[in-house]
């Protein structure tokens, strides 16, 4: 795997071989993918050149029951998590069939995102790669190899920079692109044992060297921006409907809790691993300003921590909230939900629901007075589609504190397919192909800050720094209970795999495991 700019293409950019994905003997393997018949080239014209294949890469989930519980040992690999465990957050999946909602939503996406891309000029197919069920990464990237692919474009489905959100698929793709090269073959079976073989290794699969770059965060794109206002303001008619004025209602931005060590990692500073610990609390931490590096969209001091991109994006939405709903301001506060972890790590708060507890007394968690709203409406603008983190968080333990305090509740709908939303990430897509072809690139940012490196830099999103009350090591992959082993920046902007520390679970109460995006 790499991760820099590429010298600028030939008049065509040769695939080794015609890319026609032999699916039909694993068609769970990449559900929905249709390479077949795609060109040998794919001509210089082509706004993706010179990839020949995007991922779709995300946390991944389970589709059936049977599936839940190695999809858990997988997601809680080497802490020694006990099954007794697992079958008592399993109940979550079970109350929705024992299916995520996270492979419905990535199979929309790709199909929008396929769509769109014909419709500028690409020709490039989009498959589906999960972290931690079918199609695993390396599965995906198998097929594209076998099919020809050489060169594969990585669209993770997460927003906003972090360790988590950003580093940590990374490390994935190199991984699985060291598999292939050693010739694995990247399958798999049903439980996390034979999962855990074939992720060091496994027969029937050529050696082949396969470069896979991965997109910027784009937290701060114009179409995240309006597809969020839109899903607000909607959710403020439901409340309309029930009679709840919207100068009455208040506004609770949701997005995943993260250690506050891997949130001081968000935004290094040149003089220790981490920001200061104001960055923990919120404040934009980035560091001074320096010569513009190469494939970086803006210089690095641009880079702001985890909650600062939220703030950032809060920033701007909520003054559109309010302008579109003809207001002259609109009571607005970040929260977070998913926590996990031990019980002695630090995550960033103040959870939703001790959010909704607080307003619904006249306060927020902070102690601070707040009127008493006549609603809410709670918008996960840090996540981009449903899954079950968002039904199960939200519109499950969330509305149901909503109405034990008799407090009118409505879910704005996450960015999903909107079609400003699939076209930014259209236009990141290219940004990307661009610098690969060794093009410069200015993006916009709408939130004054970023817009973020296009190609990673050495001190991107590590996983955190010694923080009061946490382990240096908590890797949070936003699935609750997925604290992972921390990583070591190497040069270059690749990363090596540091010493796991085993971590116990909190209790039920306070966490669930679930996948991130």
Known sequence: MTDTAAPVPGPTQEAPARLDARLDARPDTLPGADLGGAPASVPAL????????????SYGGPRRPEDVLPFMRNATAGRGVPDSRLLEVSGHYQGFGGASPINARNAELRDALQARLAERGSTLPIVVGNRNWHPFVSQALRELADAGARRVLA?????????????????????????????ADGSTGDGFEADAAARVGGEGGAPVDLTVDKTRPYYNTPGLLEANVDAIVEAYGALAEQGVAAADVRLVLVTHSIPLGMEVGSAPTPESDGASESAGAGQPAG???????????????????YVAQHRALAAVLVPEVARRLGLEEVESDLVYCSRSGPPQARWLEPDVNDHLEALAAGQLTDGSPADRPGGVVVAPFGFISDHMEVVFDLDTEAAQTARDLGMPYARAATVGTHPAFVDSLVDILIERAAVARGEDVHPASTTGVGPFHTVCPPSCCRSGAHHPGQHSHHGADGAAHESAAGHQPAAGGSCRPASAEPESLKP???GRMKEKR
């Open 287 to 305: 560091r001074p300003a320096g010569p513009r590096e190469p494939g970086v969209a803006a210089d690095l001091s641009t880079e702001v921590s």
């Open 508 to 510: 039920a109460s306070c």
């Open 46 to 57: 082509d706004p993706l050149a010179p990839y020949d294949a995007i991922l779709l890469q």
């Open 155 to 183: 669209l993770p489905t997460a927003a906003f920079g972090s360790y988590s959100g950003c580093r940590q698929y990374r490390e994935d793709l190199a991984g699985a692109a060291a598999l292939l090269a050693a010739g």
